[in-house]
């Protein structure tokens, strides 16, 4: 009977498990081979190190790097497996510097590549796309473009852990809202939501208009940062259906919405500094109040020392108007339909053939699992296509989550009641639901 032969992955796993403290006889008994083999090649390591583990004997070996010597097989290898985040771009420049290997050839990096790929070692990658949007700024007059932003959250005595999510016209420097967004009671629960920055839109809206352009961060509310090829989230779809374009700044550059960043100081300065507050509502009450006086008395020294409402008197006077009891007639589909037609997402099967995109699932069966997947969407139909150079035939899905209610969230349900009872105690969620209500003029 034939004797089968060890190959270096497996000697390699000889020495790493004896490493580990398992005795000659664990390991034969672990791997299958025989006790003698075991002990051949532990004490080969132990003599001659990573490089004694290679073997000339036996069929000529293949692969990209079968033409070199047996020395710099077992080194790339054993780097590989002791650092398995190196590249080829690594591994080349340490056999380079490797005294031992001088008189030796070397592999190039393109072959150190293909052969991390043969030996299923390269990291899978996945592919970019980016987000269709404008950057730069154009507005002439108030109030076509906002910033928004939440200020780092801070203990208020009696109330608990707040976020203020500013809001601020880009032209005119007024100060729109600040919104105290509760987090906890003794200590951080939460992050602001969706939910929370679309009722700073919608109550802001609500006194001045809506705007052309809204300025953000890449906060994950606004930005699907988790994703290399990140698909537009519902804030942003939202924000399209209403006819705004949501601008999403740079990463690490906070100076880019300078404005709002300075204003977290002055809000801060101007309400919370040495200030006890006994409700939420009187805090908010506080804010709009001390909103007032900084639009109309405080003087902005980039306004020539000027008030934002004595600079710009206009700005007090809705362009577009808004109110939350129209949304659901003013939230047009076509603008969200046809910026989606203009972007393809990549994405990677699940083990069961389910494709995430957008945060809703795609079941698409088991023949997708693990592929790669291109999507794309369809205006014309609102169908969302599937596609895998893995799979032979392309899938087709409706889009899940555009429609009007859907974007607007939990405003939608208030829309289509009479009249809404909110639970006891109050949630964050129903305080809230509260400021909707009281918008809209709904009894609760």
């Known amino acids: 009977m034939a004797m089968k032969a060890t190959g270096l992955q497996e000697r390699m796993m ?67 497996t002791a ?27 393109s072959t150190l590549a293909r052969w991390r790929h043969h030996a299923g070692k390269a990291r899978a990658y996945e592919r970019h796309t980016t987000l269709l949007q404008t950057l730069t700024s154009t507005a002439v007059a108030p109030p076509e473009e906002w910033e928004l932003d939440a200020r780092g959250y801070a203990q208020v005595p009696d109330i608990g852990i707040i976020a203020l999510i500013n809001l601020n016209d880009r032209v005119s420097r007024m ?58 989230t519902r804030f942003h779809l939202w924000l399209l259906a209403l006819g705004v374009t949501l601008c999403i700044g740079p990463p690490h550059m906070p100076q880019k919405r300078g404005m709002t960043e300075r204003s977290h100081q002055l809000w801060a300065q101007q309400v919370l500094d040495g200030q006890t507050f006994t409700t939420w509502d009187q ?31 206009d700005a007090a006077h809705p362009r577009r ?13 076509e603008p969200v339909q046809r910026y989606l037609a203009q972007g393809h997402w990549f994405r990677k099967g699940s083990n069961v053939g389910t494709v995430s995109l957008g945060g809703h699932r795609y079941p698409l069966g088991h023949a997708w699992a693990r592929a790669n997947v291109e999507i794309t969407y369809d205006a014309n139909d609102g169908y969302l296509t599937f596609r895998s150079p893995d799979v032979v035939f392309s899938q087709q899905r409706p889009i899940q989550g555009l429609t009007a209610l859907d ?38």
């Open 283 to 313: 805090l908010y009450r506080a804010l709009r109040e001390r909103r007032d006086f900084m639009n109309r008395r405080l003087p902005c020294a980039s306004l020539g020392d000027q008030a934002p409402l004595a600079a710009y008197p």
């Open 83 to 109: 650092h398995p985040a190196w590249g080829p771009d690594t591994l080349h420049a340490e056999l380079v510097r490797d005294k031992a290997l001088a008189d030796t050839r070397l592999p190039s990096r």
């Open 175 to 232: 100060k729109l809202l600040s919104y105290p967004c509760e987090l906890g009671a003794q200590r951080a629960q939460r992050h602001a939501t969706t939910a929370d920055y679309q009722m700073t839109i919608r109550l802001a809206a609500s006194e001045w208009g809506l705007p052309d352009r809204l300025c953000v961060d890449r906060d994950s509310v606004f930005y699907d940062n988790t994703s290399k090829s990140p698909f537009p």
């Open 321 to 333: 108007a808004y109110r939350p009891e129209w949304e659901l007639e003013l939230l047009h589909l």
């Open 14 to 80: 000889i020495v790493e498990m004896a490493q580990a403290g398992h005795t000659d006889a664990e390991l034969a008994a672990c791997s299958g081979w025989s006790i003698s083999t075991v002990r051949k090649w532990r004490r080969r390591w132990q003599r001659q190190g990573w490089p004694g583990l290679a073997s000339a004997m036996g069929r000529p070996a293949t692969g990209p790097l079968s033409s070199f010597a047996p020395t710099v097989q077992a080194q790339v290898a054993a780097w590989a």
């Open 407 to 444: 974007l607007a969230g939990e405003l939608g349900p208030l829309l289509l009641l009479p009249h809404f009872q909110l639970e006891l105690p109050f949630t964050w969620k129903e305080r809230r639901l509260s400021r909707l209500c009281e918008t809209l003029g709904i009894m609760t």
